[in-house]
Structures are given as C-alpha cells and as structure tokens.
T-cell receptor
Framework: LAKTTQPISMDSYEGQEVNITCSHN???????ITWYQQFPSQGPRFIIQ???TKVTNEVASLFIPADRKSSTLSLPRVSLSDTAVYYC??????????????FGAGTRLAVHP | NAGVTQTPKFQVLKTGQSMTLQCAQD?????MYWYRQDPGMGLRLIYY???????DKGEVPNGYNVSRLNKREFSLRLESAAPSQTSVYFC????????????????FGSGTQLSVL
C-alpha cells in the first residue's frame, strides 16, 4: 500500500508559523490530499483539503506542488491550543473502484509559551 | 445533530470474549469506516463500507467482522478478543461517495477505548 511520510514531532512557540510537510509519492491522479487534527481523547477533525496549488481557509493553508508528491500544511501564528497531532491523508486505490482512506503516523506538534 | 455516536466509550474484556462496538451517524452519509489507533501507529483502517450493503477490508481486518445494518449504523464485532486488540477504536462517516475521487471529509466519533486482558 502507498504510504504517507511525515515528521514524527515538531516544536514551536506561540505566534510562529508552522509548516508540516507530508510525502505521498504514490498518490493517485484523481486523489485529493486532506489534513486532520487530533486532540487527546478525541477523534480527528478535518482541517483542510486540496488537489493542487494552494488552498486557504480560516484555519490553515495547504500548498501542493505541481508533481503532487508532497504537500505542506501551514498554520499561521500558532497558539497553545494548536498543540495536537496532525495527519496527512490520501486515498489508495482498492478493488471495486473505491479508494481506501489511509492515515499516516501523524506529526505531534507541541506549541510552547 | 449528534454527528457520529459510538458506544460504549470504555470496555474491558477477557481474552476469548466477544463483543460488538456500535456506531451510528445522523448526517445521512453513505460511507462509514472503522479505524483503530495504537500509540505511535496513527490510525489504521480495519473495515469500511462505501455504501449501504457493501463492506470491504482495510489494512488490518483480521480478527474483526463488520455489519452495515442500515444506512445509519455500522457495527464492528470481535468474535474472540485477544490482547493485541487492545486499542482505541474510532468510527467515521463521509458524505455521498463520488466515485474514484477522495474529496470526502471524514467525521469521527469520540472513540471506544478497549482493553483485552
């Protein structure tokens, strides 16, 4: 199965910009890239999704290069409440024409005062 | 709306016992999923149901069975629990499946913490 690769952990300070990169060399041509955030004792929560170039919403930006083999989640001016695990998600072609949604190991972001 | 509801929240089993984890969503979603999460492993897909009436294996299906009871409900059964199945289990759902693209958003329940002794 194709896998995603992310840094295991990152540290930052309040007010800084944080960039988390995910590698997905085997992404399917028609596949989107989605990022989720997970706090302790909770299920993951959708943050942002994109197919190519740049996507921005009220929470984050997502940068995807032309070859789409990687993507970068950008969190502007992080706060202590952004401390969480961040997952990059792509689909893997499966039988029956469906894509299985496979999570990577995630990046544990710690934001310090 | 409650979103995705999982029951129970906590469960302790002895090796060899069986149990069923329940999941229900009230968002009229077509697709539903079961994941397990172990420390340092991220989330691993156990089974999924792309639409009512269909189920398929994920990354780690051994030791589990699923039932898509109706559009709302998707249950996960452990027939003979083993200590290796100690984990946190998450159910998720997504909007109507759109074919070969994967631009769905997953909505997760709050999880079931299962310990097998």
């Amino acid at each position: 199965l194709a896998k995603t690769t992310q840094p295991i952990s990152m540290d930052s300070y309040e007010g800084q910009e944080v960039n988390i990169t995910c590698s997905h060399n085997n992404i399917a041509t028609n596949d989107y890239i989605t990022w989720y955030q997970q706090f302790p004792s909770q299920g993951p929560r959708f943050i942002i999704q994109g197919y190519k170039t740049k996507v921005t919403n009220e929470v984050a930006s997502l940068f995807i290069p032309a070859d789409r083999k990687s993507s970068t989640l950008s969190l502007p001016r992080v706060s202590l409440s952004d401390t969480a695990v961040y997952y990059c998600l792509v689909g893997v072609p499966a039988s029956g024409g469906y894509n299985k949604l496979i999570f990577g190991a995630g990046t544990r972001l710690a934001v310090h005062p | 709306n409650a979103g995705v509801t999982q029951t129970p929240k906590f469960q302790v089993l002895k090796t060899g016992q069986s149990m069923t984890l329940q999941c229900a969503q009230d968002m009229n979603h077509n697709s539903m999923y079961w994941y397990r999460q172990d420390p340092g492993m991220g989330l691993r897909l156990i089974y999924y149901s792309a639409s009512e009436g269909t189920t398929d294996k994920g990354e780690v299906p051994n030791g589990y069975n699923v039932s898509r009871l109706n559009k709302r409900e998707f249950s996960l059964r452990l027939e003979s629990a083993a200590p290796s199945q100690t984990s946190v289990y998450f159910c998720a759902s997504s909007e109507e499946y759109r074919g070969l693209t994967t631009n769905e958003k997953l909505f997760f329940g709050s999880g079931t913490q299962l310990s097998v002794l």
